[in-house]
């Protein structure tokens, strides 16, 4: 019987042994990871400090003084009016310029289209300028800038040079009442001006003006003769090609036109200047 209870009472020790063995092992991790966690924030506080210390003393250093800001890229926009954009008075240390505040400001002028600001240490600060590339100028009472886009986007200054073709037949009234209409009369002007461009076909491969007429379509103004064509609304491709064929019909026969009517493409009609005009 006394052989029995001690082979219980080892059977019953031996796992609160193995608990009290469990309970320090998981002791033992606790601290180790409770060590490595602190060695850790402590090595990330020593590593802020010192790039405090360090981002100060380049504050305060006259190395990285501002002292050039490089415009690239403008040529409609004035160096001036770009410099008085951002906004960079004196001479501010480098690191404490914000580029991306001199980028929003810089891109709310009108003619900006893409502009990147960069850092060039140790003391200046480059701007690269995309400017907005101007196709036409509307007559909308006063006359504005229309981009490849569509977009109208700054008004013609009084010094500009007037050597883009001009789209009439729309007002201010009619662009904010039918803004859809007025904007597929617009895309249409851009459409024959892209086509004429890359062509190059006489007699328009200058185009002095487009007039938008919301019944009949496009007609364009020639540059040199001032002759109107009648483009109706499509086909301007094919249209161009079949024109440029009159076209040299009527030079090799001597005659001048004073309008051709291209809006039907299996009709076209010329109007001869009258013998003596």
């Not at 790039?51 to 926009?77: A, K, N, Q, T």
């Not at 709310?108 to 400017?131: G, N, T, Y």
């Not at 379509?217 to 540059?223: H, L, P, Q, W």
């Amino acid at each position: 019987m006394g052989e029995t209870v001690r082979v219980r009472e080892g059977k019953f020790l031996r796992p609160k042994a193995r608990r009290e063995e469990k309970g320090a092992e998981k002791f033992l991790r606790i601290l180790k990871k409770t060590i490595r966690v602190a060695f850790q924030l402590l090595l990330l506080s020593f590593f802020l400090l010192v790039s405090h210390w360090v981002y100060v003393r380049l504050l305060g250093d006259p190395c990285f003084r501002v002292r050039e800001v490089e415009v690239e890229g403008g040529r409609m926009i004035p160096k001036e009016t770009l410099l008085s954009l951002t906004v960079i008075d004196g001479m501010p240390n480098l690191f404490s310029v914000k580029l991306k505040e001199v980028v929003k400001r810089l891109e709310s002028h009108p003619w900006i289209e893409q502009v990147r600001v960069m850092k060039v240490f140790p003391h200046k600060i480059l701007i690269q300028i995309e400017e907005k590339k101007p196709m036409a100028i509307i007559q909308l009472e006063e006359l504005y800038y229309i981009d490849t886009k569509g977009e109208i986007f700054s008004p013609v200054g009084d010094r500009d040079e007037y050597n883009y073709p001009y789209l009439t037949g729309l007002t201010r009234r009619v662009l904010e009442k039918d803004p859809v209409e007025a904007e597929r009369l617009i895309t249409k002007a851009l459409e024959i001006l892209r086509i004429a461009g890359r062509e190059k076909l006489p007699p328009l491969q200058e185009i002095s003006e487009i007039h938008m007429e919301k019944a009949y379509g496009i007609d364009c103004i020639t540059k040199a003769e001032g002759v109107e064509v009648k483009m109706g609304w499509d086909d301007f491709g094919e249209k161009l090609q079949r024109l440029s064929l009159i076209w040299a019909d009527l030079r090799k026969r001597g005659f001048s036109a004073a309008s051709i009517d291209c809006s039907d493409l299996k009709r076209m009609l010329v109007k001869r200047v009258p013998s003596g005009g």
